[in-house]
């Protein structure tokens, strides 16, 4: 039987199998910005955006009235339309992710949206427990809170709004998102995809709502309106301290700057090629990302050699100083302090936009920009975002866990080791606390991209939820009936 395939289909095959070779990209369609902004996308009205959070926060009511006269079974059709949709327009919010904020890569991105869509728990996530003995029956359900606040980032924004929503709903909950301004269309599109999910699968037309404009107020309204009975904020120190201060219920996803050991018992060849291919998916933004390298100084030589194999750029002494006044930029705080903070005109840029702002053209192959620093530089103690990773010589595994432990700041996100000594591995993982440990892979294999476990975009480490997904956000529910119901 003969098949026929359009120019459109062919078109489109070729593309996501340039998609998903690696280093392969897509650019985002120059003329895209006309075409999109915070309330449309190609003249059709997104749903669910707001101008006002208190009328948002009515709308997200009523659609999370409807959702509770649903069956979890129609809650799960809504998630399956989501998880289809979000397939089907993944490049699209690549794209517009790209085209807005400047930041990533749009098969990246793309690759990101798809991961949320697969591996993503439904409501499988919300089993309920039952309890039997001498007095009885006690049956222990996972309820929804209502209705949940949310604080999303710039760095994976519609990302983080379908994997939130998706655990939310999941959950039996409405979800009101107050996003970063500077990914706002983005976003927004993501809250429209959700809500054209819930209406296709039979679920209210409004479930989840956004702001056309959102600011630090609408945020302050939505943190403190009577019906928000979660907070989740997806962000930078900033959100998570306003949101813990909130005196509501918090989950709070905040920032990382993960450290990688690589000692003398790695398999080097391997740990370069992981280490960059981590380091610099969609260029570093996500929290979890490698951010700095501790190498054993016996096989640092290699490790770089094996580096620059795998599309890493050495950068020389005069080259990382030149990369280093661009980056960084000086900021006044209210203290009247001036520091150094980091160029967000420089995050999540390619390495060869980098280079070119201090004077010098690489290929495109080239990926990552790679430096040896000693640890106070603040390449590695600030999170850059950015494809450039510093890389420390250490003596033995004593200096190594010393240093990855301070440069991890104590956030307790995320770290990395390359290594097949199991006391080393050990002893690391115990010293950093992190929410995230991951072994001889790159940093996306601890958000199941390539590793087992399911996945998120809200790492919840400072309140404890971890790796989050639709049972964190809910409520503990008990009922029991005493002295029946045992039937043994
Ligand atoms: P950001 O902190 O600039 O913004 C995050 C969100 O918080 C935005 O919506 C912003 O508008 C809002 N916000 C900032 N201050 C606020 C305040 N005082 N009150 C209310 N809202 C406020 O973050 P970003 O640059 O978009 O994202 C990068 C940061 O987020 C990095 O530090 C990264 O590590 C972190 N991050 C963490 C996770 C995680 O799962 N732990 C995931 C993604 C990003």
Redesign the pocket.
Known sequence: MAIEISEAQISQIVENVLRTMPGAKVAAPAEAKAEWDSTQYRGRTLTGIFTDMNTAIAATQEGYKALRAMTVEQREKIITEIRRLTREEAHIMAQIGVAETGMGRVDHKTAKHLLVANKTPGTEDIQPTARTGDSGLTLIEMAPFGLVGS???????SE?VICNSIGMIAAGNGVVF??????IATSNYAVDLVNRASKAAGGPEVLVCSMAK?T?ES??VM?SHPLIKLLV???????????LSSGKKAIG?????PPVIVDDTADIPKAAKDIIDGCTFDNN????AEKEVFAFANITDDLIHYMRQNGAYLLSREQTAALEKIVLVDQTGKDGKTRKVIN?KC?GRDAAVLMDKIGVKVDSSVRCLICETDFNHLFVQE?L?MPILPIVRVRDIDEAIDLAVKAEHGNR?TAHMHSKNVDHLTRFARAVETTIFVKNAPSYAGIGFGGEGHT??????PTGEGI?SARSFTRQRRCVMADSFHII
């Open positions: 604080i999303t980032p710039s760095t994976n924004p983080t107050n996003p970063h301004p500077n990914a959102p630090l945020a302050s943190q904020c997806t962000g930078g120190p900033g959100v998570v301290r306003a949101v996803a905040g920032a990382g700057n933004l996500p929290c979890i967000r995050v999170e975002m996100h998120t975009f809200t790492i919840a480490g989050t």
